[in-house]
């Protein structure tokens, strides 16, 4: 069974920054597509960023240069880094696995909340 548990969000101060983390058991995570996604209050899920089993990055436009997803294969561990954030990045961030042809077909977390604000 796929499983898939984020942590470390919280409270941060505009411009201030915050590492997300997923762990993840249940499936062979090294050679897994993985993703992260978010929900802000009374909006859809949004696409953030992706991993390739290869390395490879890829992210949302509207965040290059401030996110930054990286994986621990050897811990089974998903991270996302957030720089500069702003009160719009408010919401809950979810870690997500590739399948059925879906960022998140594969499974999602709980999600952890993430608000900026002053």
């Known amino acids: 069974e796929v499983q898939l548990v984020e942590s470390g969000g919280g409270l941060v101060q505009p411009g201030g920054s915050l590492r997300l983390s997923c762990a993840a058991s249940?499936?062979?995570?090294?050679?897994?597509?993985m993703s992260w996604a978010r929900q802000a209050p009374g909006k859809g899920l949004e696409w953030v960023a992706s991993i390739y089993s290869t390395g490879t990055t890829t992210y949302a436009d509207s965040l290059k240069g401030r996110f930054a997803i990286s994986r621990d294969n050897a811990k089974n561990t998903l991270y996302l880094h957030m720089n500069s954030l702003k009160p719009e990045d408010t919401a809950v961030y979810y870690c997500?696995?590739?399948?059925?042809?879906?960022?998140?077909?594969?499974?999602r977390g709980q999600g952890t909340q993430v608000t900026v604000s002053s």
């Open positions: 249940g499936f062979t995570f090294a050679t897994s597509h």
């Open positions: 997500a696995k590739w399948g059925s042809g879906s960022h998140y077909g594969g499974g």
